[in-house]
């Protein structure tokens, strides 16, 4: 039930630094959250959702400035309050939940103690502390919760770090949430569990929620109220089902009609594959990650790797890169067998080869501008140098449909996260390699622009014959961009084969659970999802 209202924000206006000038990223917007309400902001890289979401704690990031208008959270006016009283209410009151958990957790201290922080400061017994956040975990669908917040940051899968950061931001039962993409990094079957926890929890504590996401499909098992922002500026705000069933403006019917790119169908591989993983077991310490996995990608072919967070997916492609010597097993590329660990590869086996990586904020060097970050790849391995270089970089930020004008010289911090995604993906191609390794490419990108990194990735491998091996838990983008999938599953194939048969029913169980735990544009798709599996449990 919705109480009184809680946070109040009135002609927002919020700039952005750009060299002397500062360049307006919020105009004038407007919101009103109740008590128990949730909000679902939605729009494209760049509309300034994340930017809206922080001003709700009266917070603007390195390089912005809030310029004009109101922000009164339970009477409190944040624009006016010290930084001592904001600092007492984040946390306590008021928490985050981020985009890039990875980004965000200390790396040097467990999850149990970075958890235990703000409540140890807000007068709870550590022993207290420890006790909920351990039943968050088990809420938060964590595996071991009672031995993994005892682990290291780097310990544990970006799914499980994100849902880890969920169960930190719950800590103090805050009266306000912001949740910042908080299920980009999960596999379908967990993102079931964590959209039900953060809803009951929701519930429970009778907290307001602004619920910042991409996915229109989750934010209708979420939001009571949907409000649609496009380069800052306000375009529709609706009742979540009235929104669904009618959108008003023309931006919010194109957000509903995306998705219709579909790779064409390609004809079955043949001759000698790029890359084969044969018999591959691998894993840290004394733990195996990988079991006896093989499967071949050819030249301008994509096979998709789908599975659920800790399935091994990312350990493959460790594997691949020779960042982790397997056990047993070998990695051949056009035909020849490569070194197992990348120290001992060539320079030009390293160029083969590239990453995209899913943690766009923790892949870029913050302190490089990108016209170096892009460059240096070219400059490597291609040995290009001076007006060459330049052109080069220019060339790629074009590819990625970034303005070179605008953003050759801007450092990561002034970049949205699907910006700094798509400059992983330029820096890859910078390269010029036969193997790109997408992990989780478009997990940080609205629909809008995903539809445009797909299409440009399906035109790069037209052009070029590139393989791509694909790593993604969004089922949706397997049938845009793969012609072949594997299915892993704690670290073994599950199932593999060209996409149509892996699509067509009769299904194995385990694929049968991934394609049926997609959420769907309906507002009680969730709830009966639930109602099914506890049923059949």
Same mark, same amino acid.
């Given at each position: 039930?919705?109480?009184?209202v809680?946070l109040?924000?009135?002609d927002?206006?919020?700039e952005?630094?750009a060299?002397?000038?500062?360049l307006?990223?919020?105009?004038?917007?407007d919101?009103?959250?109740h008590?128990?309400?949730v909000?679902?902001?939605?729009?494209?890289?760049?509309?300034?959702?994340s930017?809206l979401?922080l001003?709700?704690?009266?917070f603007?990031?390195?390089?912005?400035r809030?310029?004009g208008?109101?922000?009164?959270?339970?009477?409190?006016d944040?624009?006016?309050a010290?930084?001592?009283?904001?600092r007492?209410l984040?946390?306590q009151?008021i928490?985050?939940?981020a985009?890039?958990a990875a980004?965000?957790?200390?790396?040097?201290?467990?999850?149990?103690?970075?958890?235990?922080?703000?409540?140890v400061?807000a007068?709870i017994?550590r022993?207290?502390?420890e006790a909920e956040?351990?039943?968050?975990?088990?809420?938060?669908q964590?595996?071991?919760p009672?031995d993994?917040?005892?682990?290291?940051p780097?310990?544990?899968?970006?799914g499980?770090?994100q849902r880890?950061?969920?169960?930190?931001a719950?800590?103090c039962h805050?009266d306000?949430?912001?949740?910042?993409?908080?299920?980009?990094?999960?596999?379908?079957?967990?993102q079931?569990?964590?959209?039900?926890?953060?809803?009951?929890?929701?519930r429970?504590?009778n907290?307001?929620?602004?619920y910042?996401t991409?996915?229109?499909?989750?934010?209708?098992?979420?939001?009571?109220?949907?409000k649609?922002?496009?380069?800052?500026?306000?375009?529709e705000?609706?009742?979540?089902?009235a929104?669904?069933?009618?959108?008003?403006?023309?931006?919010?019917?194109?957000?509903?009609?995306?998705?219709?790119?579909?790779?064409?169908?390609?004809?079955?591989?043949?001759?000698t594959?790029?890359?084969?993983?044969?018999?591959?077991?691998a894993?840290?310490?004394?733990?195996?990650?990988?079991?006896?996995?093989?499967?071949?990608i050819?030249a301008g072919?994509?096979?998709?790797v789908?599975?659920?967070?800790?399935s091994?997916?990312?350990?493959?492609?460790?594997v691949?890169?020779?960042?982790?010597?397997?056990?047993?097993?070998?990695?051949?590329?056009?035909?020849?067998t490569?070194?197992?660990d990348y120290?001992a590869?060539?320079?030009?086996?390293?160029?083969?080869c590239?990453?995209?990586y899913q943690?766009?904020?923790?892949?870029?060097?913050?302190?490089?501008?990108?016209?170096e970050?892009?460059?240096?790849?070219?400059?490597?391995?291609l040995?290009?140098?001076?007006a060459?270089l330049?052109?080069?970089?220019?060339? +790629?930020l074009d590819l990625?449909? $970034?303005? !070179? *004008?605008?953003?050759?010289? @801007?450092l990561? /911090?002034?970049?949205?996260?699907g910006?700094k995604q798509r400059?992983?993906?330029?820096?890859?191609?910078?390269?010029?390699?036969?193997l790109?390794?997408?992990?989780?490419?478009?997990?940080a990108?609205?629909?809008?622009?995903?539809?445009g990194?797909?299409?440009?990735?399906d035109?790069?491998q037209?052009?070029?014959?590139?393989a791509?091996?694909?790593?993604?838990?969004d089922?949706a983008?397997?049938?845009?961009?793969?012609?072949?999938?594997?299915?892993?599953?704690?670290?073994?194939?599950?199932?593999?084969g060209?996409?149509?048969?892996?699509?067509a029913p009769?299904h194995?169980p385990?694929?049968?659970?991934l +394609?049926?735990?997609?959420?769907e $544009?309906? !507002? *009680?798709?969730?709830?009966r @999802?639930?109602r /099914?599996?506890?049923?059949?449990?």
């Amino acid at each position: 039930m919705m109480g009184d209202v809680l946070l109040t924000i009135r002609d927002l206006k919020i700039e952005g630094r750009a060299g002397e000038d500062w360049l307006p990223i919020i105009n004038g917007v407007d919101l009103t959250l109740h008590k128990g309400e949730v909000l679902g902001l939605i729009g494209e890289s760049g509309a300034g959702k994340s930017t809206l979401g922080l001003a709700a704690m009266g917070f603007a990031r390195d390089g912005c400035r809030i310029s004009g208008g109101e922000i009164n959270f339970d009477g409190i006016d944040l624009r006016k309050a010290s930084e001592r009283r904001k600092r007492a209410l984040r946390g306590q009151r008021i928490a985050y939940v981020a985009q890039s958990a990875a980004a965000s957790f200390n790396p040097a201290h467990k999850l149990i103690d970075q958890y235990c922080e703000v409540p140890v400061l807000a007068g709870i017994k550590r022993s207290k502390a420890e006790a909920e956040a351990i039943e968050l975990y088990r809420k938060m669908q964590l595996p071991e919760p009672g031995d993994i917040g005892f682990r290291y940051p780097h310990q544990v899968s970006g799914g499980q770090l994100q849902r880890a950061m969920t169960a930190m931001a719950m800590a103090c039962h805050p009266d306000l949430i912001i949740f910042d993409e908080p299920t980009t990094a999960l596999d379908v079957t967990t993102q079931i569990e964590v959209l039900a926890a953060i809803r009951d929890i929701v519930r429970e504590y009778n907290t307001a929620a602004i619920y910042i996401t991409h996915d229109l499909a989750v934010v209708a098992q979420m939001a009571d109220r949907i409000k649609i922002l496009l380069r800052g500026d306000e375009i529709e705000e609706a009742d979540t089902r009235a929104m669904l069933a009618a959108p008003r403006a023309d931006y919010t019917k194109s957000l509903w009609a995306v998705r219709s790119f579909a790779r064409p169908e390609q004809p079955p591989a043949s001759g000698t594959p790029v890359v084969s993983i044969r018999n591959v077991t691998a894993g840290y310490g004394k733990i195996d990650i990988l079991h006896d996995v093989s499967f071949d990608i050819h030249a301008g072919r994509t096979v998709a790797v789908v599975g659920e967070s800790g399935s091994g997916k990312s350990t493959v492609a460790r594997v691949m890169t020779g960042l982790l010597p397997p056990r047993r097993g070998e990695i051949v590329f056009g035909g020849q067998t490569l070194p197992p660990d990348y120290r001992a590869r060539s320079r030009d086996q390293l160029r083969q080869c590239q990453m995209i990586y899913q943690m766009a904020d923790t892949a870029l060097n913050p302190k490089l501008r990108l016209r170096e970050i892009i460059g240096r790849p070219a400059q490597m391995y291609l040995g290009l140098k001076g007006a060459k270089l330049r052109a080069r970089v220019r060339e +790629l930020l074009d590819l990625i449909e $970034m303005e !070179p *004008d605008s953003f050759i010289d @801007r450092l990561p /911090g002034e970049l949205s996260g699907g910006q700094k995604q798509r400059i992983g993906i330029a820096r890859a191609l910078a390269a010029e390699p036969e193997l790109i390794i997408c992990d989780e490419v478009t997990s940080a990108l609205d629909q809008i622009v995903q539809e445009g990194i797909l299409k440009l990735l399906d035109r790069l491998q037209s052009d070029l014959g590139l393989a791509y091996m694909f790593i993604t838990h969004d089922l949706a983008t397997v049938r845009a961009i793969a012609d072949d999938v594997v299915v892993m599953q704690k670290g073994r194939i599950v199932e593999q084969g060209p996409k149509a048969q892996l699509f067509a029913p009769p299904h194995e169980p385990y694929t049968e659970l991934l +394609l049926s735990s997609v959420p769907e $544009m309906d !507002p *009680d798709w969730l709830t009966r @999802r639930l109602r /099914g599996r506890r049923g059949a449990g």
